[in-house]
């Protein structure tokens, strides 16, 4: 069964109809890289698998479960769906330690020390342990990034959804947040990610969507995708077929 | 005919002064409570909340302080409610502050990125749990400098309440002035004493402000 069930979503923005009809099956363990021009609707989607969008047709289903509006189910879709953001989002008042706690203290009613062992193995497993205290602007991009991977993770979410998670990054800084993300993926962990490293959704994703004006426009695995694109559309945003 | 040296005068106004203090600290105080739950009421998702808040800071922030005295004071004065002046002059000092206080701390709520609550709603926490770990504390920082700013307000506003027959600061300078026949040197007091209070607040107020963005964290 799948893991994730997208069936004609639709999403509008006043009479800016943005999501058009989304169709996407994600099974268990799945890789899934977006890729698309700005402005296809590649974060409204994501958005809208973690509640942060209302939908405005269609349907959502995460482990079965139906996405609805309110904010109990809200609660629960989230405690199974993780997000990171571009912008990384630490809350710059707490330290790195006490980021990837809160969320578990305060939604989970976890009690403090087990949140915080939690917490020491998460940071840990994204190569920050030593940086449990240092706060948000004491890190670099990269390792604030990593921090909120390790707050998502904390959460023990069975999927994560990134939008463009390397995008603020300077360039010398990419590898360290993709060896993470590398690293989720070889442990089977379920991903949707927005992604402008090519290079890297060809080697580690499963599958690539193309989307294209608020539509799956091309969907395939990343050999396929890549290399024999069928439609024109992806063949001019791979850079193919200009000629 | 008696006659008053400068300590005679200056003796009684800061006694005097003391009302003064505790009808801005009651003000300051109540005020910030009510404030709160106007903030609560202006930020909520509730469009009929939202629209209360809204109505309540225009209302207080639309009219003259004076007239809000005088309405609490004469107003249920006319409904046949018999109110002392320190009762009128304290809610309405109150009311006015807290819509005061409300907007401005709605304004740090605002600055705090939009990032801040998507990335809270994403890890699951309700909104009051939003407000309550991530937003409040942030806005928290930067509000505290305005806020100490606007106890100045406060301070300066109870000087209306002499009109209704409150006795605090000037309202005892106008006793005084009508025993001593000195204006001058009553009123100058007077303000010397306002000045007193006023003037290292607003130094505070300045220093919080730089503080804060000279360091811009707040541990
Ligand atoms: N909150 C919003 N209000 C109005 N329009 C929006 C909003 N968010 C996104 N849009 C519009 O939706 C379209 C798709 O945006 P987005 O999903 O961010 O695309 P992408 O992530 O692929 O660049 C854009 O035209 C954008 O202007
Ligand atoms: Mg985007």
Redesign the pocket.
């Known amino acids: 069964m799948s893991l994730i069930a997208v069936t004609e979503l639709k999403k509008r923005?006043?009479a800016?109809e943005?999501l058009k009809g989304i169709n996407l099956d994600i099974m268990p363990g799945e890789v899934i890289a977006i890729i698309?021009?700005?402005?296809?609707?590649?974060?409204?989607?994501l958005r809208c698998i973690n509640g942060l969008e209302t939908v405005d047709e269609g349907s959502i289903l995460v482990a079965g479960a139906q996405l609805l509006p309110d904010e109990v189910h809200l609660k629960a879709l989230r405690l199974k769906v993780g997000m990171i953001f571009q912008q990384f989002n630490l809350f710059p008042h707490l330290s790195a330690g006490r980021n990837v706690m809160l969320s578990q203290m305060v939604v989970k009613k976890t009690g403090k020390a087990q949140a915080e062992a939690m917490a020491r193995r998460q940071l840990e497993r994204v190569g920050l342990a030593h940086k449990f205290d240092a706060y948000p602007d004491e890190l670099s991009g990269g390792q604030q990034q990593r921090v909120a991977i390790a707050r998502a993770l904390a959460m023990e979410p069975i999927a994560l959804l990134c939008d463009e998670i390397t995008s603020a990054l300077d360039p010398e800084l990419v590898a360290e947040v993709l060896a993470v993300v590398r690293e989720l993926a070889a442990e089977g962990m379920t991903l949707m990610m927005?992604t402008h490293e090519m290079k890297f959704a060809r080697d580690v994703c499963s599958r690539v969507v193309f989307?294209h004006e608020g539509r799956v426009h091309e969907v395939g695995p990343p050999e396929e995708v890549f290399s024999a694109p069928k439609t024109v559309e992806l063949q001019r945003f791979l850079g193919h077929g200009h000629a | 005919m008696i006659e008053f040296s400068t300590w005679d005068i200056l003796r009684n106004l800061i006694f005097a002064a003391r009302w003064t203090v505790l009808l801005s600290l009651v003000s300051f105080a109540g005020g910030g409570v009510v404030g709160l739950m106007i903030l609560f009421a202006r930020i909520s998702k509730s469009k009929a909340l939202r629209r209360f808040a809204i109505g309540y800071i225009e209302l207080f922030q639309g009219t003259p302080l004076l007239m809000q005295l005088f309405l609490a004071f004469f107003g249920l004065g006319l409904l046949g409610v018999d109110v002392p002046a320190w009762l009128a002059a304290g809610s309405a000092l109150i009311l006015w502050s807290a819509a005061f206080l409300a907007e401005i701390w709605r304004g740090c709520v605002e600055a705090v990125a939009k990032g801040q609550w998507e990335a809270s709603a994403s890890l699951g926490m309700g909104r009051l749990q939003q407000l309550r770990y991530v937003i409040l504390p942030q806005a928290l920082r930067v509000a505290v400098p305005p806020t100490v700013g606007f106890s100045v307000q406060v301070i300066k506003g109870t000087a209306l309440t002499s009109i209704i027959g409150f006795t605090e600061l000037s309202k005892a300078g106008t006793i005084v002035t009508n025993a001593t026949f000195q204006p001058f040197t009553v009123y100058g007091l007077v303000a010397l004493i306002y000045f007193a209070l006023c003037w290292p607040l607003s130094r505070y107020a300045h220093s919080l402000e730089r503080k804060l963005h000279v360091a811009h964290r707040g541990h």
């Not at chain 1, 698309?36 to 989607?45: L, V």
Request: charged fraction near 10%; hydrophobic fraction near 30%.
């Open positions: 923005f006043g800016n943005v698309g021009k700005s402005g296809s609707g590649k974060s409204t989607f927005v989307m």
